[in-house]
């Protein structure tokens, strides 16, 4: 069986049956460099044995990566909230505050989305008439003038109390514009499509939209 010796602490391990050397990590817990050995003649008798751990199997190291990852996906959408929109609303809305409290996430990037997926904080009074005019773009108009749906919620998003609820009146809009422009062209195998279409469109021109505000009211 052999054993694992590290000349750094003076120690050894002794490889239980059905062992090897690749179980094991290259290092000791001393952070020294492990060698395998098949016998104690050539150390000195006074050299402590230890325990080590095994290394993570392939499969353990693999399951470990699956469950982790949304967890990483979520400490990025967290950071990537802070670094880009996180701070701009902050410094908008407490710009004109003597003394400041240092800036954070609050509920963060994910909470603000989660608390906004409901009716409310709809602005009806702008999301309406653009519906209407984005769809009668895109049912009458060809060339140039379908970038005007893309300016239009960009608009939404800019007007809008803050990023996320322009990003959210912006997806309705671009949402039920797209759908109902496809049923007034008669694209009714494009229905679904279109409506992704709107809702993505939305989605992005209303970040972008908010973001231009955010960063006009920091500076």
């Not at 409310?120 to 895109?138: E, G």
């Amino acid at each position: 069986m052999g054993y694992l010796i590290c000349n750094k602490c003076k120690s050894y391990y002794k490889l239980q049956y059905g062992e090897s050397a690749k179980d094991f990590a290259h290092k000791c817990n001393c952070s020294g460099k492990l060698r395998y050995v098949e016998n104690l003649d050539i150390i000195d008798p006074q050299w402590k044995q230890i325990s080590l751990r095994k290394k993570p199997a392939k499969k353990e190291i693999l399951k470990n990566k699956i469950f982790s990852f949304p967890m990483n996906i979520k400490n990025r959408l967290h950071q990537f909230y802070y670094k880009n929109i996180g701070r701009h609303i902050y410094n908008a809305r407490n710009q004109h505050r003597i003394h400041r409290s240092p800036p954070g996430m609050q509920a963060g990037f994910i909470n603000s989305i989660l608390n906004e997926l409901n009716f409310h904080n709809i602005w009806w009074i702008l999301v309406v008439p653009s519906t209407i005019a984005i769809t009668l773009i895109l049912t009458f108009t060809s060339g140039i003038f379908t970038l005007l749906p893309f300016l239009i919620l960009v608009i939404i998003g800019y007007l809008s109390e803050n990023m996320i609820i322009g990003t959210k009146n912006a997806i309705i809009t671009g949402a039920v514009s797209f759908f109902l422009g496809s049923l007034f062209t008669g694209s009714f195998l494009y229905i679904i499509p279109y409506l992704i279409l709107g809702i993505i469109n939305g989605a992005v021109c209303g970040l972008i939209g908010g973001y231009i505000k955010t960063r006009r009211l920091t500076y």
